[in-house]
């Protein structure tokens, strides 16, 4: 399989009143014509700001090192025309707030057709007949009359598949999806998951795929990159990642997610809040967090590193903590009782 | 405070329905609505019901009292007022009409670039929209007179530019705060061109606030004209103009005959107070929906 997308070294800085804060540190990974790949980390851990990378909307004055390539262009040095060709032709953004994303006072038909029309490859009929297709396509009933219609006239669901028919429009060879179906609710976001994937696979589209579930992740990508404070902290095949984490973060997210077959009175959580890269600790930036955590964590800095044929892992201990990290949490010595995992009066207190 | 005014305004608005062509500007908007059509009309076919030549001088005439021959009397010349009044609002309301018509043009252009590529750019825009803004426009006008001669064109371009940076701030600030929503990043991912963007997406999405403060510099625009013919550098006699006869008509005053200053000035401040009062409200209208 051949590299579409290439992210190599990728370091953000971003821009906070006089400093500057690092969002991402050293992010690298790459997406295979065809593939998906999952991004997942939580709010804050860099995941928007790679996708803004990759489609160079990073908010005016972040400086940015490492390279994004894009076949064998490298999509940070793009300027004018060549990054308004490689926008409209080779990349296509699914947002999560479709609402905010689109002019609220134009009409849906508009916001298919513009660019079709503007690009001057096809008439307004034409245009407009292309819409009705892609929009039955994403399965818009009735897509004449919602053609005429305006975007707070639309659900969410229906506007979120108005979004994925605009990006599919151009046909192009990588779709960044943000988040797609956050702001849905549990059943519409199936329907538009389905959509998307079988778009992506009637057309053959590569797909870079954020998410901060990991359930989703490891159903719809072939990959998924584990970011943690602007850093991959594990990178491997997404079918393996729930049996098999790699990296203690992995494990505990995995060991969060609720479980039919299990009763439990408190549904389990990573202790700690989460860092962000500027704030990060010297050492592991997930050792404060970690059950696992030793002295050396904190005071030595982990590289991802490979982990046999299995994946990479940015965990000192990732050798011999290897099919344990799925532990039972009960049973091992919890570093910070207080701040999530047991709970008792003194949590209650904290948390009123 | 924004709820008081939606209650005022929606309640005339059940009850005379087909008057409003502009909804959400209160009642005496609509009074200052259709104060400004009035006189528009005045000015676009008043003067093909002219019978009377407003430049004929007839001496015996002079400071002849109002009657069937002369409606509003004659001036110190023996000319129909009437006439001159009406002759004289194309004038005087075609002249800020073109002064605000180029400095919207221009306002909007400068206050969009300045939006769309920012950094050096908009920082240079501002400056310069700073340093023109630190003239009052008839001192410009006044300059402009005295370098190319006085008469309607020197004045109405030097006017133009000075009320370039009125637009051009009010656009620049407004359409700011429309690059910065979510939309036009997803118009900038599809690779939209940005002159697409800043001109399909977000002027439109502005204009309600545009024609608002155009309209205010309007009337600006119509009393700095005015002064500017009145003190003898704008409109030249004998054209019939407003600011002109008020100017004209200053000799009258002291000889008791105040009719024709009085007339013109009469038009001047209608004319204005009620352009002023329909802008403010567009101004408060476009505000209350963004």
Request: with cysteine.
């Amino acid at each position: 399989m051949t590299a579409l997308l290439t992210v190599e070294d990728l370091t953000v800085d971003l821009k906070v009143g006089d400093e500057m804060r690092t969002v991402l540190k050293q992010v690298s990974f790459s997406v295979g014509e065809g593939q998906t790949v999952g991004l997942v980390g939580e709010s804050g851990s860099g995941k928007s700001m790679t996708v803004r990378a990759v489609s160079r909307l990073l908010p005016e004055g972040a400086a940015v090192t490492g390279s994004v390539r894009f076949g064998d262009r490298d999509v940070l040095d793009l300027r004018g025309d060549a990054l308004r060709r490689y926008r409209a032709s080779d990349v296509a953004m699914v947002f999560q707030d479709a609402r905010a994303h689109t002019n609220p006072v134009r009409r849906i038909g508009d916001f298919l057709t513009e660019a079709m029309i503007l690009n001057g490859k096809t008439g307004r009929r034409q245009a407009e007949a292309t819409a009705v297709e892609l929009l039955e396509a994403v399965g818009v009933h009735d897509a004449e009359r919602r053609m005429r219609q305006y975007p707070h006239e639309l659900s969410g669901g229906l506007l979120q598949r108005v979004m994925i028919a605009a990006s599919v429009a151009a046909r192009p060879r990588l779709i960044l999806a943000d988040e797609p179906t956050t702001a849905l609710d549990v059943t519409t976001q199936a329907e538009v998951m389905a959509i998307l994937k079988r778009m992506q696979q009637e057309y053959g589209m590569a797909m870079l795929f954020i998410t901060h579930d990991l359930e989703l992740a490891g159903s719809i990508c072939d990959e998924t990159v584990v970011l943690y404070a602007g850093e991959v902290v594990e990178q491997q095949r997404s079918a393996q990642l729930h049996r098999d984490p790699l990296h203690p973060y992995t494990a505990a997210l995995v060991q969060a997610r609720p479980d039919i077959h299990r009763r439990s009175e408190r549904l389990l959580s990573v202790p700690g809040h989460p860092t962000t890269a500027y704030e990060a600790p010297a050492g592991c930036a997930f050792a404060p967090r970690c059950r696992f955590a030793q002295d050396r964590c904190r005071a030595e800095k982990p590289a991802l590193e490979a982990l046999d044929a299995a994946g990479l892992s940015r965990c000192l201990r990732a050798d011999e903590l290897r099919g344990a990290l799925l532990a039972p949490v009960e049973a091992a010595a919890d570093p910070v009782p207080a701040t999530g995992l047991a709970a008792g009066p003194a949590d209650e207190e904290a948390t009123r | 405070m924004t709820s008081t005014t939606a209650i005022a305004t929606a309640r005339p608005a059940a009850r005379t329905p087909r008057l409003r062509i502009l909804p959400g500007i209160g009642i005496t908007g609509q009074i200052a609505f259709w104060t400004v059509i009035a006189v528009a009309l005045l000015a676009a076919i008043g003067p093909m019901f002219v019978q009377v030549d407003p430049n004929a001088v007839d001496l015996e005439y002079a400071y002849y009292p109002p009657s069937p021959w002369y409606p509003l009397g004659a001036d110190a010349s023996g000319r129909d007022i009437l006439s001159r009044l009406i002759v004289g609002s194309r004038t005087a309301l075609l002249g800020p009409l073109a002064v605000v018509t180029m400095a919207t043009f221009l306002g909007t252009l400068l206050g969009l670039v300045a939006v769309w590529f920012g950094g050096w750019v908009d920082a240079t825009i501002v400056r310069v929209i700073d340093a023109i803004f630190a003239f009052p426009g008839i001192l410009v006008a006044i300059l402009a007179t005295a370098l190319f001669g006085p008469g309607l064109l020197a004045a109405t371009i030097a006017l133009a530019i000075a009320y370039t940076p009125y637009i051009a701030r009010i656009v620049r600030s407004a359409a700011l705060r429309e690059r910065n929503l979510p939309y036009i990043s997803a118009l900038q991912v599809q690779g939209r061109h940005g002159f697409a963007i800043s001109a399909r997406h977000i002027l439109p999405n502005v204009s309600g606030l545009i024609v608002a403060n155009a309209t205010l510099c309007f009337g600006l625009a119509l009393i700095d004209l005015a002064a500017l013919s009145f003190i003898g550098f704008g409109v030249q006699p004998p054209t019939a103009d407003w600011g002109a006869m008020v100017g004209g008509g200053m000799s009258g005053i002291l000889q008791g005959e105040p009719g024709e200053a009085l007339a013109a000035s009469l038009l001047i401040v209608i004319t204005v107070a009620a352009v002023n009062t329909l802008g403010d409200r567009l101004v408060q209208r476009s505000e209350n929906r963004a």
